[in-house]
T-cell receptor
Framework: QKEVEQNSGPLSVPEGAIASLNCTYS??????FFWYRQYSGKSPELIMS????GDKEDGRFTAQLNKASQYVSLLIRDSQPSDSATYLC?????????FGAGTRLFVKA | DTGVSQNPRHKITKRGQNVTFRCDPI?????LYWYRQTLGQGPEFLTY????????KSRLLSDRFSAERPKGSFSTLEIQRTEQGDSAMYLC???????????FGPGTRLTVL
């Protein structure tokens, strides 16, 4: 079992739709949870961080955390073609951060 | 530009040669991380510094890899006797001690021929 698992995709959604990205993790002691966006050939950039159960909203992005189910999700509302990228889920315990392999998202104009 | 910087951005080398990469973190960040990323995978943890102390090194790293962070500022990652399997993007990230949000540099793409 991988420590952080994501559906590799690709996930294809039409412009203006909601994109839903999911992630599960294996270490129940994990403390911090992150979503990064990575464009092809570029380095990851932080979109959202979440530390406690529930929802956290930032603009068009909403992160959801359920520690009991060991599940993290990212919703992107009103998806734009510029959102097309790979989305990486990252889980931290102390200084150690484990990344998932990422989900490729395509937003069709 | 006050972000994380890395040099060189690209490095092509022949198998068996040594290479060294540099990372300059965000100035007030005392935590520094090195990752390696191959195509289709997420970043893989290599090593971690808090100030000048190297506190963790991945068991996946062979003895050919070494990292330093003198005076707790910039860091270098050296790969000795490079192998074709070392070809990857090498990413550096930094964070503040009171938060573990990591900010990544642009990466160094290594190609070993």
């Amino acid at each position: 079992q991988k420590e952080v698992e994501q559906n590799s995709g690709p996930l294809s959604v039409p412009e203006g739709a909601i994109a839903s990205l999911n992630c599960t993790y294996s270490d129940r002691g994990s403390q911090s949870f992150f979503w990064y966006r990575q464009y092809s050939g570029k380095s990851p950039e932080l979109i959202m961080s979440i530390y406690s159960n529930g929802d956290k909203e930032d603009g068009r992005f909403t992160a959801q955390l359920n520690k009991a189910s060991q599940y993290v999700s990212l919703l992107i509302r009103d998806s734009q073609p510029s959102d097309s990228a790979t989305y990486l889920c990252a889980v931290s315990k102390g200084f150690k951060t484990i990344f998932g392999a990422g989900t490729r998202l395509f937003v069709k104009a | 530009d006050t972000g994380v910087s890395q040099n060189p951005r690209h490095k092509i080398t022949k198998r068996g040669q040594n290479v060294t990469f540099r990372c300059d973190p965000i100035s007030e960040h005392n935590r520094l991380y090195w990752y390696r990323q191959t195509l289709g995978q997420g970043p893989e943890f290599l090593t971690y510094f808090q100030n000048e102390a190297q506190l963790e090194k991945s068991r996946l790293l062979s003895d050919r890899f070494s990292a330093e962070r003198p005076k707790g500022s910039f860091s270098t990652l050296e790969i000795q006797r490079t192998e074709q399997g070392d070809s990857a993007m090498y990413l550096c990230a930094s964070s503040l001690s009171i938060t573990d949000t990591q900010y990544f540099g642009p990466g160094t793409r290594l190609t070993v021929l």
